[in-house]
């Protein structure tokens, strides 16, 4: 059995194993997938964290705890108030659908922005994604 | 705050994010397909080297464009899928590469392209496909409002192909225009599962509260199963006028999965089984052919050179291949110039694989193929509304069911039907018509596609804030 | 998830038992790919149909096979285009190594060992590798137990007469000789040039040359069976050596009455009124006391041992074996008998019972081996270039009796050649000087047709080194013609020996 035959034998035994390999990786992602969707609903879904607020209320580096449905604008009965000029009393809601977050703007005067661009209506959101009501930047983050 | 300049909505703001983990395991596959490139070009050509670096080059290079694609458009799709489908594309490659070029000649402007340079470009279409709709696709009601266009243009697309279609090998399976060919039964998969996600997802609510009594048996309201016979004759016009049991058998596994997942009811598909039981006890008896497959089945060294030749020389196949494979290249004996299996590379790749991989190879295909169903169910069920859920479900279903039929007709687990193996069989509409599927898959998968109707109307929120929750 | 949005919940759990279906389907997949893959391996891919077998044998030279003095028995030579065909030593060897042949297959050994000679099997591991060398295939020269030089012997003591002779080893199992008559020329089949015309003449032939009658054929063993059954008898316990049965003296004239019938007997008036036991009645062959004792011995344990000794299955042997049998099996009594007339007739050999010659040859190496069935085999080593040389060792089928029940049984047999009445029976079965133990068998066929002549037995019966079994096709009494051939052949493998 000369050198090169065992060659070919790792070079074939080992395109086996890197299958197995690709497998197992993928498997692992599927898992801790399947863990955090287990874990989800358990907890509070999401927060919002205050990137920027030139009124100063609510103050740079809150987080707010998010609930299912989160109401969001001027007046104090909303859930997170944004005592902001350019904020509406009933600006916009947050909410979380499915596994999915949903900012939907309450015909606010001066409309809520995804990422800086204007959204009409309803628009999704992902962890990451910046809101912005009036002058208060927000970004929204997993818990 | 100046508002940003609108954009058209079906592109949205696009902001690139990277995708990590599709990264990583698009580079495992990239290692592990050229680690099996080498070791076909080491066992066939004796040195030490790939085998064909240049396709291989290409598919790589046609993967890492889609991942960029997808980088760019900055979508939170799937990152699992497109890795998965690349590893079972890759293996299909490398097969090809390695089975004689001339079972397939095609000629495109005054060349002529073998088995893999023909299979290469009907890959790369595929991906190409994959992506464009995983990107693009923003919106599914285009599928949501037509489902029964799409099912009576699946229905025509049937008929078409039994008028026009051009008879091979006694199964009237191929539609051609010109220089182009297909199978439309490929397409037709996917039209069937728009159909019914449709369907299902309007009158779920309906299938699973109502109950009718028939003797001791609760069923649904009796009117809205005439899908299901309907469903039930289609699949039992394919046997007859297209000759196609795969075919058949797909569409109806498809069907009552699809209806159990979205009702739940065991009872539908007790009464789909004895549906489908009666349907396949009278075909057999009434049609030659069918009965021929099952003879075949049951017991293939009846007719060792004849009806059972294939089946009895893909068993042996795995028999050669045992447990670790005898290696890529180093299979398939080929006897007076041809390889042992006729038809090798549409409807006995499995086998092939299971000789030169070995029966640890096909678990590793087996699980590849599990990763991608799973994939799909869970879009499905994290999907934002009924008609997302089981459109993916649907679509997961179509692969992982397919890929059981034909491997199970190589190992005469079931009688051999002619199918393709999903991403691995050669043929441009087998691996276009799955490409469609990944699309629209990953185009599922995006959390953040356009929003499901809302529940309500617009108004339902106003006056939240000032009642106050608390 | 949302209590609002309920209806979308209940999709998961039928999503997830679809998804358990579809898992179990693949899970099932995987089973079945290792049944075909790992359990049904060696059987389809060695098989001649395979593909790669078929491959091989356009374009690898075959192994040779060789006997255990190292003759050559099968080699290739080339044809006028190049191609390679096989040449044999002669016709007395083709019933074992049979043919290979481009137009109508394979045979014997040559089929058997296809996979072996044409080079795709063999040690699991350095095939393994042999697969990826620049030249895949390895082709292994078997060595055979066979001594050319017996066979030749024994085809030429059978003469004109069909039959069959099986020579072995007890010790070991390994086969000497394994005679078949007719026989024919191996060569002229594997030979492009004249394979039409031999293989066809061959095929038209009435006596069958072409049926290997030491492994395949089927027949009445008569008075030799009494050797199954004493083993059964003193293996259950039913008897004892000393084992007398009263009224056998008697039923001598008269026959002895079970169920209404009679089995008759009478060959042997020099006994007179004194009742037989174990050694006095196998020195005369009486059927009467093997009648008895196999009535008590009962039909479960007859079959029983006889099942021990491979009978009603195929022999574990390099070539096909036909299965032989005790009884026909459709009876209702234990062990498949229609009735006590059935195992009566049964215990002397006489009634549905079939045995292969290499059957009966393993009987008398059970006795000789003290008790202790070897598994019979022709094939003692493979050797190739690459893969160096396997021995196949001998190996055991199980303790059949314990050796004071053999001993008991070699006692009979050498009476049944040495004794005063019992070398009457067997004349010319002694080797001269070299005490031997045999029986020998007159097996009726009923009609107007001579009996089949049969003799089982072995030498020297202190330390047993040759078995041997005779059939002779319709030539008489056993006695007559084929214990003179078993003495003959093994005096010469004795004498030859030494």
């Known amino acids: 059995m000369d050198g090169f035959t065992l060659v070919v034998w790792g070079v074939r035994l080992l395109f086996l194993l890197l299958l197995y390999l690709f497998l197992a990786r993928v498997i692992r992602v599927l898992l801790r997938d399947l863990r955090a969707a287990a874990r989800e609903p358990a907890q509070r879904p999401g927060r919002l964290i205050v990137l920027e607020s030139p009124a100063g209320e609510p103050a740079v580096g809150r987080s707010f705890g998010l609930d299912v449905i989160t109401t969001l604008g001027r007046d104090v009965n909303n859930a997170i108030v944004i005592d902001d000029p350019f904020a509406s009393a009933e600006h916009a809601v947050l909410t979380f659908r499915g596994r999915n977050w949903y900012l939907e703007d309450l015909e606010s005067t001066n409309g809520s922005y995804v990422n800086g661009h204007p959204i009409d209506g309803v628009a999704a959101l992902g962890y990451g994604d910046e809101v912005q009501i009036g002058q208060v930047r927000m970004r929204l983050e997993r818990t | 705050m100046a508002a940003a300049p609108s954009l058209p909505r079906i592109l949205g703001p696009i902001r690139p994010r990277a995708r990590w983990q599709e990264l990583r395991l698009l580079g495992l596959v990239a290692v592990a397909l050229a680690m099996g490139s080498l070791s076909l070009g080491t066992t066939v050509t004796g040195r030490f080297g790939l085998y064909d670096a240049r396709g291989l080059g290409i598919y790589l290079g046609a993967l890492m464009v889609a991942h960029l694609a997808q980088v760019v458009a900055g979508r939170r799709t799937d ?20 089975l004689p070029q001339d079972l397939v000649v095609q000629r495109f402007f005054g060349s ?170 009278a075909m057999a008896n009434l049609f030659e052919h069918v009965r021929t497959r099952i003879d075949v089945w049951l017991d293939p060294f009846a007719d060792p050179l004849g009806a059972g030749y294939q089946v009895i020389q893909a068993l042996h196949a795995f028999a050669r291949g045992g447990l670790l494979g005898v290696g890529l290249g180093a299979g398939l004996p080929e006897v007076g110039g041809r390889p042992p299996i006729p038809e090798i590379h549409t409807d006995f790749p499995f086998a092939a694989l299971g000789e030169e991989l070995g029966i640890v190879g096909l678990i590793a295909i087996l699980g590849i193929y599990l990763v991608i169903v799973q994939r799909g169910l869970r879009i499905g069920v994290a999907a934002a509304d009924d008609f997302r859920s089981l459109l ?54 995006d959390r953040g596609v356009e929003p499901p109707p809302p529940p309500g109307a617009q108004s339902r929120w106003r006056g939240l804030g000032r009642r106050g929750a608390a | 998830m949302l209590g609002s949005d309920g209806s979308r919940r209940p999709l998961a759990g039928p999503t997830v038992h679809v998804a358990v279906v579809l898992s179990v389907a693949f899970a099932l997949l995987a089973g079945a790919a290792g049944y075909w893959g790992v359990i049904r391996s060696a059987d389809l891919a060695q098989s001649p149909d395979d593909a790669a077998v078929i491959a091989a044998a356009r374009t690898v030279p075959r192994g040779r096979i060789l006997d255990r003095a190292g003759t050559v028995l099968a080699r290739n030579k080339a044809d006028a285009n190049g191609e390679l065909y096989r040449v044999y030593a002669g016709p007395a060897i083709s019933q074992v190594v049979g043919y290979a042949s481009r137009q109508y297959g394979k045979a014997g050994l040559e089929r058997a060992y296809d996979a072996e000679l044409s080079g795709l099997a063999g040690d699991t591991l350095t095939d393994a590798f042999a697969k990826f060398g620049t030249n895949p295939y390895d082709p292994k020269d078997l060595t055979l137990s066979i001594s050319y030089d017996l066979q030749k012997a024994a085809v030429s003591a059978l003469g004109a007469h069909r039959g069959a002779i099986v020579m072995l080893d007890p010790r070991s199992g390994e086969v000497l000789a394994l005679a078949s008559t007719p026989t024919y020329d191996a060569s002229k089949i594997s030979n492009p040039a004249t394979s039409q015309a031999a293989f066809a003449a061959l095929q038209d032939d009435p006596a069958q040359p072409l049926l290997p009658r030491a492994t395949l054929g089927r027949y009445v063993p008569g008075s030799v069976f009494k050797i199954v059954t004493a083993i059964a008898g003193l293996g259950s316990g039913a008897i004892t050596p000393a084992t007398t049965y009263k009224q056998q003296p008697g039923a001598e004239r008269n026959g002895l009455l079970v169920s209404g019938y009679r089995v008759r007997d009478g060959h042997h008036p020099q006994t007179g009124s004194k009742p037989l036991d174990l050694v006095g009645a196998t020195e005369v062959s009486c059927n009467i006391w093997y009648a008895q004792t196999g009535l008590r011995t009962g039909g479960a344990d007859l079959v029983g041992y006889a099942e021990r000794m491979g009978f009603g299955a195929a022999l574990p042997f390099d070539l096909p074996t036909a299965a032989s049998q005790v009884t026909g099996g459709t009876g209702a009594q234990p062990g498949g008998f229609v009735d006590d007339v059935e195992l009566a007739n049964a215990s002397y050999g006489q009634a549905e019972t079939f045995v292969t010659p290499l059957q009966m040859a393993l009987v008398a190496a059970t006795v000789a081996n003290d008790g202790e069935l070897m598994r019979p085999r022709l094939v003692t080593s493979m050797t190739s270039q690459r893969s160096g040389s396997r021995t196949i060792g001998p190996q055991s089928m199980g303790r059949v009796i314990p050796v004071s029940d053999a001993e008991a049984i070699k006692a009979a047999m050498v009476q049944a050649v040495e004794g005063p009445l019992g070398h009457l029976f067997t004349t010319g079965a002694k080797v001269v000087g070299i005490t031997t133990a045999g029986k020998s068998g007159t097996a009726e066929l009923g009609g107007s047709g001579e009996p089949h002549s049969w003799f089982i037995g072995f030498a020297p019966a202190e330390n047993p080194t040759i078995a041997i079994a005779v059939l002779v096709e319709q030539a008489g009494r056993g006695g007559e013609v084929a214990a003179p051939i078993a003495g003959r052949l093994m005096t010469r493998y004795l004498k030859g020996a030494q």
């Open chain 2, 79 to 98: 990152q699992v899928l497109l890795p998965a489908v690349a590893m079972l594309g890759g293996i299909s490659l490398l097969l090809m590469e390695r």
């Open chain 2, 112 to 281: 002529s392209y073998g088995l893999a340079d023909v299979q290469l470009l009907w890959l790369v279409g595929a991906i190409g496909v994959a992506t464009t709709l995983g990107i693009v696709v923003r919106s599914d009601s285009w599928l949501r409002r037509y489902k029964y266009t799409w099912a009576a243009a699946g229905v025509g697309l049937l008929l078409l192909t039994f008028v026009l279609g051009t008879e091979i090998n006694g199964q009237r399976l191929t539609l051609e225009f010109g220089p182009i060919s297909g199978q439309p039964s490929e397409l037709l998969k996917v039209i069937l599962v728009v159909f019914l996600a449709g369907y299902l997802s309007e009158n779920r609510a309906l299938l699973v509260e109502q109950d009718t009594r028939v003797g001791p048996f609760r069923l649904p309201p009796l009117p809205y199963l005439a899908p299901m016979v309907a469903m039930w004759a289609i699949a039992l016009g394919i046997v007859v006028v297209q000759r196609d049991l795969g075919a058949a058998l797909l569409f109806f596994g498809v069907f009552l999965a699809l209806i159990y997942a979205a009702t739940g009811r065991f009872s539908l598909v007790l009464i789909g089984l004895v549906l489908f039981l009666l349907g396949s006890a």
């Open chain 2, 392 to 445: 993916a479900i649907g679509l997961a279903l179509v692969i992982g069911i397919q890929a059981f039929i034909i491997a199970a007709g190589n190992l005469k687990v079931l009688p051999l039907t002619g199918v393709t193996l999903p991403f691995i069989s050669y043929g441009g509409s087998s691996l276009l018509a799955n490409g469609l599927v990944t699309g629209l898959l990953l185009a599922l998968s």
